[in-house]
């Protein structure tokens, strides 16, 4: 798709830029305030640094590689940053109104997995990065905790944010997807729309 990226395309990837710009803004705005107002690294047994450095190698290098992919019309590149956003979703959206309810557990899917197969992760302080990674996988339980408004705040524009990135992700991958298939399929499905 690199040598011709029909202007549907163009238009969702020139979206998909702004959202994930954005999203990567607030993202971080969300992370700073785990960092210093909620002092997280602290539940983990890891220092401020080694929390930002952890969540800096994590969101800083995959998430922005998979737009630059995604600009050039790739769908792994998509893909990256459709993974991107769900982790922002639940970690910078979902995850905190679940601590202002008073559910301080992780996402529970990779736990039950998890036990299913035998596995019980009970305390997953005290691993430096893989304390960070755990955390972000729903394992283990947060202490109670409170919230400040304004990080209230920036977790509702982190969701409606990512809410929006995941749709025009999955409307570019299906405008990607539709664009491989060969000229003949796309000739005889234009002709049974226009008959039909």
Do not use: K
């Amino acid at each position: 798709m690199t040598a011709h990226i029909p202007s549907r395309f163009q238009f969702l990837i020139s979206r998909i830029t702004i959202l994930f710009i954005l999203s990567f803004i607030f993202l971080w705005l969300h992370i700073l305030d785990d960092a210093i107002i909620t002092n997280e690294p602290a539940w983990y047994g890891i220092t401020i640094a080694e929390f930002l450095l952890s969540c800096a190698l994590i969101y800083a290098i995959v998430p922005p590689f998979g737009l630059w992919l995604a600009r050039r019309g790739s769908a792994i590149g998509l893909t990256l940053v459709l993974l991107y956003a769900l982790q922002a979703l639940y970690g910078g959206g979902i995850n905190h109104v679940r601590h202002i309810f008073g559910d301080f557990r992780g996402s529970q899917m990779l736990p039950t997995l998890l036990g299913g197969l035998g596995v019980n992760v009970a305390d997953i302080r005290g691993h430096g990065f893989f304390t960070v990674l755990m955390g972000m996988a729903g394992l283990g339980i947060t202490p109670p905790h409170e919230h400040i408004l304004a990080s209230t705040i920036v977790a509702f524009i982190n969701i409606a944010l990512n809410l929006t990135l995941i749709l025009f992700c999955g409307m570019a991958l299906y405008v990607w997807f539709q664009n491989r298939r060969p000229a003949s399929t796309q000739t005889a499905v234009a002709e049974q729309s226009v008959a039909g």
